[in-house]
Structure formats: C-alpha cells, structure tokens
T-cell receptor, first 113, second 112 residues
Framework: EAQVTQNPRYLITVTGKKLTVTCSQNMNHEYMSWYRQDPGLGLRQIYYSMNVEVTDKGDVPEGYKVSRKEKRNFPLILESPSPNQTSLYFC????????????FGPGTRLTVL | DQQVKQNSPSLSVQEGRISILNCDYTNSMFDYFLWYKKYPAEGPTFLISISSIKDKNEDGRFTVFLNKSAKHLSLHIVPSQPGDSAVYFCAASASYGYALNFGKGTSLLVTP
C-alpha cells in the first residue's frame, strides 16, 4: 500500500530533551515536506526537501532540523524542544516538487511540557 | 500574513443539501488551487484542484469554482453526505515548484 508513515504518532516530552520524528514514504517520491498544524493557523510548512541531500527552509523553520540521506526518509529533529513547539506535525510527499498534490502522513501529536 | 483565507471556521448542512465552502486569496501570483479534506486523527487527503486557466473543475459530487478577478474560490459538494463531515483546507501555489499556502480550514458538519 502506497503510504507516508510517521513515528511516533503521539509524544509527550519535556523542554530541552532532543527528539526525532521519523517520516518514511514507499512511493519513490522525490519531494518531501514537514508541516505543523496549530489551532487558528492552519498548516504551515517547516522544511522541505526536493531530493536526497537537498533541503530548504519553509515558513517556520526555527527550532527544527531535517536531513535527507535516503530518498524514502525525512526525519524531523527538535534539538531542544520548547513548549511553543507543541503542535500536530504532518509529513508529506509528492513525486516531484512541481507536482502540487501532496500525500500526507497520519500526523504526530507532540506535547512539550 | 495569511495569503489564503477561509473566513468560515465551521459550516453545518443537512444531508442531501449543497455545501459551499469559500476561500479567498491575496497573492495574485497564485495560479494553482487545491482542496484537501481532513478527518480527525488522519492526515489531509487531496480532494480536487483547479488551475488558473480554468474557472470550474468537477469530480463527481465535488466542484471547485475559481473567480480570478475576485481572488475567490469555492468548493461545492452536492449532495452532501454525513461522510463528508470533515475539515476542509484550501491551498494555493504560485506555479509549479512553489510551496503550498494553506488556509486555516473550515469544519463541515453534515447532519442526517
């Protein structure tokens, strides 16, 4: 089944404790992206990757890091999480950056205490 | 600054009637528009899209209308079904290769 998977689905952590949210897609897509969804703000892009080893900042990159060492994986790293990073996070992928319809993962709900 | 606006946070419609969800945008460079549907505890799923060279696109019960001069698009669902109850996000892109800009979403409730 073609899909985007994220782990963990739910995470409660404390301020300053480094964490990684994994994202994997099995569709051989070149383009991958991370979004966060907050009440009243919709979906905002954090980082995106056009292909392996090519990443760039989205609208709200502060406090996040990403890497794209393999085509299928695009982990989101929070080196020192803070309470304002409590949010619902979505990973998405599409065949290329020029293909606008993106396929989204199920989401990761992160709470930073 | 929100470039894609969905000014109605929620909408309630009776089953069988038409649902109309609205979206406005401010960036005149946007030329590709999409609607995504999101159920609780799931990621958004692509529903329908429209390019700026068209003013209407249909897919079954779903139709999207684009009014470029007014910078406005709408999603019509006819007839509405209870399974359509979800949050609908409008998104826009300034040509291929640019990031999607999402609205805040409209929560649609279709009552039996």
């Amino acid at each position: 089944e073609a899909q985007v998977t994220q782990n963990p689905r739910y995470l409660i952590t404390v301020t300053g404790k480094k964490l990684t949210v994994t994202c994997s897609q099995n569709m051989n897509h070149e383009y991958m992206s991370w979004y966060r969804q907050d009440p009243g703000l919709g979906l905002r892009q954090i980082y995106y990757s056009m292909n392996v080893e090519v990443t760039d900042k989205g609208d709200v990159p502060e406090g996040y890091k990403v890497s794209r060492k393999e085509k299928r994986n695009f982990p989101l790293i929070l080196e020192s999480p803070s309470p304002n990073q409590t949010s619902l996070y979505f990973c998405a992928s599409s065949p290329t950056m020029s293909y606008n319809e993106q396929f989204f993962g199920p989401g990761t709900r992160l709470t930073v205490l | 600054d929100q470039q894609v606006k969905q000014n109605s946070p929620s909408l309630s419609v009776q089953e069988g009637r038409i649902s109309i969800l609205n979206c406005d945008y401010t960036n005149s460079m946007f030329d590709y528009f999409l609607w995504y549907k999101k159920y609780p505890a799931e990621g958004p799923t692509f529903l329908i899209s429209i390019s700026s060279i068209k003013d209407k696109n249909e897919d079954g019960r779903f139709t999207v209308f684009l009014n470029k001069s007014a910078k406005h698009l709408s999603l019509h669902i006819v007839p509405s079904q209870p399974g359509d109850s979800a949050v609908y996000f409008c998104a826009a892109s300034a040509s291929y290769g640019y990031a999607l800009n999402f609205g805040k979403g409209t929560s649609l409730l279709v009552t039996p």
